[in-house]
Structure formats: structure tokens, C-alpha cells
């Protein structure tokens, strides 16, 4: 795994204008960053990442099954007693999930295990930039000859998406919902919708507030119309707090991400995953901050909520030294505490690689650098490849 200073493509702004790229620059601030970009092996990916995060995945399925069945796992992710059942029968339905991303502290060949830090199983974003706009960077920088004939990349989202839209059980209609005024967001959204249009279903987005419940317990549209299958990036921890979270028991609309994904987007499954498979070399020690046994972490920790996003709230602790302390909102539910694996550092910068599951295989990777040692929202984007053989 290596940092390659490479040089920006001279109109990728226009590139970027002419896909619908619009959120590559944020509130004034770079979030597609081109300057460089990292290399890998296709032993590294293979070996490390695909292979490891398919792995995972698969204890992950298994945790579920676990949790589902046993209310004092529900009761230890903060998961709201009136939404049990929801989360119960859709996995005993098997309803089936659409994407996650897997963030794993990994530094390259000779640096151990990449290291899960958490699963962002129910709202990741960061997926048109992965599954679209770094494969187009990488097509033109082949074209142009400033990458080496055979320069790969471990990336097949986009086709992985549209497969599993196709094998979608429904009534071949999606509706899709998120908040429309948020760009990242939204974006994110427009692109799925797109991957649900060429698997060949009927879509049709909806903003938040839109979406209403009719007296029978459907989801409806603003014509009250019944939506049979919903997409929405929106947490289920929100949804469960919601008015209608009580509804989502006995609703007839399914969800993608079904509710069994609550389990999963939650720090708290981290412990269960470690106790689980004590000995797994890409899990770190992870306790509930409230067990005895999280002292047995010593001075080498991070902190983190059960719910939380974009670094908010986490603390990391290195030598009983407070490396970072980030503020944010998520500070109700309880904390968990993770063995530290400390982010590897190129140039000053530190690397998050996240691993796409599509269904249940893993599809591809993304970057997402920081300058410091957390990654938050001020993180950018940076495109890889695998180097040619």
C-alpha cells in the first residue's frame, strides 16, 4: 500500500459536472481530493481486504441470528423494546439487505490485519463516488497514459448493485427516500436510484416529510398511494424514535435496510463480535464501557457511542493520553470501549479504507483520508488502484 502524489486530470471539475457529481466540493471545503491516490497489490486486496471483509460479513449474518433470539443482546444495543419485533421478523423473513461498508484500520502489507472499526451496516454514504466517479478517474488516467497498462482497481459496486435490485423480491416498484436538501445525501440516493432503474425497476424519490402512514398501517406517498418497498437513508435508531416507529412491527411496506440492520449499525454489536470470536485476527477487544473487563484495555482505547456518526462524540486514548475528544449529539445511549488500533499515517494523513458488501459479497473499496487520527466529516475522498503485475 503506497501514497502516490499523481497530479490532478486537468478538468475533472467538468468530468465531475457532466456525471452529477455535484458534492465533490463541500460547503467551500475539497471532499473529492485527486492530488493522489493510494496503490495496493492485488495480493493486499485479495488477501486483506476481499477476502477478510467477506469473512466478517458472514460472522456478522451469524450475530444477527444470535441476536434477534435473545432480548438482553436487543436490550444491550439500546434497542427501543417496541421495535423488537420489527427487528425479529425481518430476519426470521429473511428480508434482504442491499449494501453496507465495513471501516478497517489497515496500513498495507507487513502491518498486520486490517483491524474492524466498525460496520456502517444501514446508512453509509460515499457510494457514487466509489462505485462511479474513481472508476472514471481511473478509465481516463489509463486513456491518458499516467497510470501503467494493467493498473486495476478492486471495484465492482456498480454492477453488484444493479444484480441485487434485480434479484429484489417485490412487486418491481422502489420508492427512495432521504433528505432532499442535503447533497450528500441526496446525491447518494440519486445514484441508487439510478442502479434500481437499470435493474429494471419503477422508482420514484420521495423527500422525508412526504412520506406519511395510512390508518391500516401503510407507508404511503403524498397521493396515498402505498409504498410496497421503501429505501431510506435514515437511521433505524431515528425511526425507531419516531412517531410512527410503533407502526413498523405490523407495516406491510418492507425496508431497505430491513430493520434486522439495526443490530449491525450499532458500536454495541462490536463487543458481541469480540466475544464471539475472541481470537479473530481482524477483530479488536471491544467491551460496554459499564463491564468490569473494559480495564483490562488499560490506557489504549477509543471510546465510542453505541449510535454515531462521522466521528461525533469518540475519544482516543493512547498511553492514558487523550489523543482526540470530538464533540456531537450522541452521548444518551451508552459507550463501548475498542482495543486503539491506531490509523496508519502516509504523509501526515491517515488512510480509513472502507470495504463495500453488496448483498453479501464483498464488492469493492473506498478511501477516505483525515488529518487526524479520527475520521469525521472534513475527511476527503481519494481514489485507488491496484498496481499493474
Known sequence: MRRLAIGERPDWRGTARAHGFTFHTIDGAPYWDESHAYAFTLAEIERDIEGPSAELHALCLAFVARA???????????????????????????????????????????????????????????????????????????ATGRLPPGSDQFNAVHEHLIDRFRRMPGDGTLCLTAYADAPEDRGTVAYLEDCARQAGLATRFLDLAEIGLSGDGRFIDPAHAPIATLFKLYPWEWAF?????????????????????????????????????????NLLAAYFEDDPQAACLGGA??????????????????????????????????FVRQALAPMPAFDGRHPLVGSW???????????REAEGPVTTDAAVFVPHLIEAP
Not at 458488501?357 to 464488492?363: E, L, Q, S
Open 241 to 281: 424514535a419516531d412517531a410512527f416507529g410503533g407502526a413498523l412491527r405490523d407495516t406491510p411496506t418492507r425496508f431497505l435496510e430491513p430493520p434486522w440492520k439495526a443490530v449491525l449499525s450499532n458500536k454495541g454489536a462490536l463487543v458481541h463480535l469480540h466475544a464471539m470470536e475472541p481470537g479473530h485476527p
Open 68 to 142: 434477534v433470539e435473545d432480548e438482553r443482546i436487543l436490550a444491550s444495543l439500546a434497542i427501543p423494546e417496541h421495535a423488537w419485533d420489527a427487528v425479529r421478523d425481518s430476519s426470521r423473513r429473511g428480508d434482504p439487505s442491499l449494501y453496507g461498508r465495513l471501516d478497517l484500520a489497515y496500513g498495507g502489507a507487513g502491518t498486520g490485519p486490517a483491524k474492524l472499526l466498525e460496520y456502517n451496516a444501514d446508512t453509509p454514504t460515499a457510494l457514487y463516488e466509489t462505485g462511479v466517479f474513481q472508476w472514471l478517474w481511473l478509465e481516463e488516467m489509463l
Open 301 to 334: 482505547y477509543v471510546r465510542k457511542p453505541l449510535h454515531s456518526r462521522e466521528g461525533a462524540n469518540v475519544r482516543m486514548v493512547r498511553d492514558g493520553r487523550v489523543l482526540a475528544d470530538l464533540p456531537g449529539p450522541y452521548d444518551r445511549e451508552g
Open 357 to 367: 458488501i453488496v448483498g453479501d459479497a464483498a464488492a469493492g473499496l473506498c478511501i
